[in-house]
């Protein structure tokens, strides 16, 4: 007769980037069910959002996550405009709609490469993170920064692209090109890729939309979802581009979406650089009215969502942000189920998670289920605790 182990994976473990924690139970080497646990990471950034003004929000959104550090500054500019009805300038939609490609790119080429470390496939990982460079030099080039880009503004962008800064932005486009090629030769035509990752971690059609799973998680399983095309936003409906569907919802079915992913995002910025318009980049918005909007953009991980409520002053009422993983990491409860441990640690990174994006916490007491401390109040303890330590290391010295 088999006996049940429990299998803890986390909150800190060499498989994670950041803490999160699954309890895996294991009958012999198969993984029979799991329990995942999220919390360990909680900044207050919504009750904090409610405390700036709507300028600052902007910024405070931008490290919610280091690597959709413009999905969810773009999601919320999205938002506020869509309280105000506000036209956004077309040139500063184009150059909105660059950013993000160029972010896709950069996301997809940093989880190829950890998924090449995973399965012990260390070339695909050194190539992976070093045609990532370029990407980020792009940014460097473009915004000044090769993380958290600044670019987002409630009614246009903060900088321009110059007309003479186009041949150079295409020239180092094009040389990605080469790398893609590369990669997917090297990944999709390889036998013992495919022997690893072909058939483990199926996530069926069915499955994708019971557990509301989105992005290329779900194309991977068939589920032809695209916030980009089905409600366009920059200059998405402005040019040519398909949305890469895969159906067998395995890990390989993963891992090919991805990277045909990014021949689409080279071709959306070309054809960006080759149409943007002439004119201003920004609408120069003055107050925000009271009234409520979302915003919705397709992140490198799938939807990014927030909304926005106003009272008309000059902050938010409400801020409330649903990022990708907190849909697409609850889905390893059928995802891991049925599978070696090995292959369910291997399911638990397919789905691109970034932990920091999907936390909240409220505390409670839970034998009368009085709550005792909100979002505000952790956050207040952290401002005190970093004080504190400031203090003791007397860095305000």
């Known amino acids: 007769m088999s006996h049940k182990v429990v299998l803890p994976i986390g909150p800190y473990h060499p498989l994670q980037e950041e803490p999160e924690f699954f309890r895996l139970y294991v009958e012999g ?52 405009e869509n309280v105000i009805k506000l036209e956004v300038p077309e040139r500063a939609s184009y150059i909105r709609t660059i950013i993000a490609e160029l972010e896709r ?12 470390h995973f399965i012990g496939y260390n070339t695909v990982w050194m190539w992976a993170w070093k045609y990532r460079e370029p990407v980020l030099d792009i940014f460097e080039f473009i915004t000044g920064n090769r993380q958290h880009y600044g670019m987002m503004k409630i009614g246009g962008v903060r900088r321009d692209i110059e007309d003479k800064e186009i041949p150079q932005i295409r020239k180092m486009v094009d040389g990605l090109k080469p790398a893609l090629d590369m990669f997917k030769g090297a990944i999709m035509d390889d036998p013992v890729i495919k022997a690893r990752l072909k058939g483990v971690g199926i996530l069926t059609r069915q499955q994708v939309i019971d557990w509301c799973v989105v992005g290329p998680t779900a194309r991977a399983s068939g589920v032809n979802i695209d916030v980009r ?27 090919i979406v991805r990277i045909l992913e990014m021949y689409e995002s080279v071709s959306i910025i070309r054809q960006c650089l080759d149409k943007m318009p002439k004119g201003p980049f920004d609408a120069n ?44 990491v609850a889905s390893d409860k059928v995802g891991a189920v049925g599978y070696t441990i090995s292959d369910a640690t291997l399911t ?21 289920n009085r709550k005792i401390m909100n979002g505000w109040d952790l956050v207040k303890l952290s401002q005190e605790k970093t004080a504190r330590i400031r203090k003791e290391m007397k860095l305000d010295e």
Not at 105 to 116: C, D, Y
Not at 353 to 358: I, K
């Open 229 to 255: 095309r089905d409600e366009p936003y920059g200059a998405y409906d402005k040019v040519n581009w398909n949305v890469i569907v895969e159906n067998d919802g395995d890990i390989l079915a993963k891992t």
């Open 29 to 80: 080497e198969r993984v029979v069910d799991i329990d995942i646990v999220i919390g360990y990471m909680h900044r207050g950034i919504e009750k904090l959002s409610e405390s700036k003004h709507y300028d600052q929000s902007a910024f405070a959104v931008e490290r919610i996550c280091g690597i959709c550090s413009n999905s969810h500054p773009f999601a919320y500019v999205l938002a506020v």
């Open 285 to 328: 918005f003055q107050d925000v009215l009271a009234g409520e909007g979302i915003g919705r953009v397709e992140a490198p991980r799938g939807e990014c969502f927030h909304y926005i409520r106003s009272d008309g002053t000059n902050r938010p009422v409400r801020h409330k942000i649903r990022a990708p993983s907190y849909m697409n």
């Open 348 to 368: 638990l990174a397919a789905v691109d998670p970034c932990y920091c994006c999907t936390e909240r916490t409220t505390v409670i007491n839970k034998p009368d």
């Open 105 to 116: 790119l950069h996301s997809h080429l940093l989880w190829l490469g950890l998924a090449g």
